[in-house]
């Protein structure tokens, strides 16, 4: 493991959803300046992970959407890769689902936890990766997508619950922040995008490095008024967007995204006028 970096961006499947949708009440004026929309009005994300090199043990943040659904699901969503990208981004570096211990999910949004399961075949159901992993996801989170709200059932994949508690490898935790993970991990906990979502915080070399999942998607939601339409409590995300922010920038912070299409670290910065922004920075 000693030629792996300490922090490497791995790609999953891309997407591409409503532009509109990912900008909540944000004009498509101001928007599309930022990421241009396609014909569809859809824009393009990523669903990038975070592999850490921590130790003798691999952590991987996130598993992103991965190709797990039916072609009709894929197309309804942007998916155009039949192929479960993930492992293929494993495998350039020498590497298998196999060899990661830890899989750190901050929710369990299917765009999120998708690339837990094998890629579709028709007539065969969803296989659980990743057979060698402790899986964390917080309670709170956990109990959501168990019993989601109709607001949000479509946003679970229905048979991913059983499949991780058969596993006997699944870690609930609580959101107070506390890892077991050792001294260079922390969970923030965040509840306006939905609830009990924990990102995870590296202490990395490069500085403190959090995986801002759903609650910083990418480098425009920085920006502090800007939430997506899919968040459930956009003002209560918009207080914890700030606290972590300012937390970021007093410790000279970085945030790891995981949707934008084309910058993966940006350390948190502050302009002449108060704003936050991100500088890009390398893993």
Sequence with gaps: MSELA??????????RLDGGAMFGNAPRAVWERWIPPDDLNRIPLACRCMLV??????????????AYADPSFRARFGVDQ??????????????????????????????????????????????LLFPNATFLVSETAWDRA???????????????????EA???????????????????R??????????MLLAEFASQAGPTVFAADLIPGMPWVHIPITMGYDRFPELLIEEKSRLLQDLH????RLFFTHDPDIAVAKVQ?????????????P
């Design 146 to 164: 168990v019993h989601p709200h109709p607001r949000d059932k479509a946003s679970f994949i229905e048979t991913l619950p059983k499949l991780l």
């Design 167 to 185: 596993s006997g490898r699944l870690v609930r935790l609580s959101s107070d922040g506390r890892s077991p993970l050792g001294a260079k991990w």
């Design 53 to 66: 090199r921590d130790g003798d043990r691999l952590v991987l943040c996130e598993t992103g959407i991965g």
């Design 270 to 282: 502050l302009d002449a006028k108060g704003r936050y922004f991100g500088q890009p920075d390398a």
């Design 6 to 15: 300490e922090l490497t961006p791995l790609l999953g499947n891309r997407q």
């Design 82 to 127: 039949e192929r479960h990208v993930l492992l293929d981004a494993l495998a350039a570096l020498g590497l298998s689902d196999r060899d990661v211990d830890v899989v750190v999910l901050s929710h369990l949004h299917f765009d999120h936890a998708g690339g837990l399961l094998s890629a579709w075949s028709e007539g065969q159901e969803a296989r």
């Design 187 to 196: 969970f923030h906990p965040s509840a306006g995008h939905t609830p009990g």
């Design 250 to 253: 007093r410790r000279s912070g």
